[in-house]
Nanobody, 128 residues
């Protein structure tokens, strides 16, 4: 069973930075495509960023492109989300997700059906 645990959320002022981490308990982390999504208050969950198994391909939503960076350390079974130049509209619960596939051949990175496992989420609040 794959388990995901997010950490690193908190309260930050607009323009600040946060780094989220997602530790994944699986022997096959090297073979999992990974992603971050978020759920703003009162809104539906939305795609933020994704990365393939090797880290050679990354994908971002238009709203975070140029400000957020997704990366992974396969030796540590961990995926990261570096968030810079944060805005109040970045506020929400951030979720880590893992897919059984290594890359995005059958589903696009933004499609929830691409991912089989989800973490419990970590709160990010950006004050203005």
């Amino acid at each position: 069973q794959v388990q995901l645990a997010e950490s690193g959320g908190g309260l930050v002022q607009a323009g600040g930075s946060l780094r989220l981490s997602c530790a994944v308990s699986t022997r096959t982390f090297n073979y999992n495509a990974m992603a971050w999504s978020r759920q703003p208050p009162g809104k539906e969950r939305e795609f933020v960023a994704a990365i393939n198994w090797s880290g050679s391909a990354t994908y971002y939503s238009d709203s975070v492109k140029g400000r957020f960076t997704i990366s992974r350390d396969n030796g540590k079974n961990t995926v990261y989300l570096q968030m810079n130049s944060l805005k109040p509209e970045d506020t929400g619960v951030y979720y880590c997700a893992a897919g059984d596939a290594t890359t995005f051949t059958y589903y696009s990175p933004s499609q929830p059906k691409m991912y089989n496992y989800w973490g419990q989420g970590t709160q990010v609040t950006v004050s203005s």
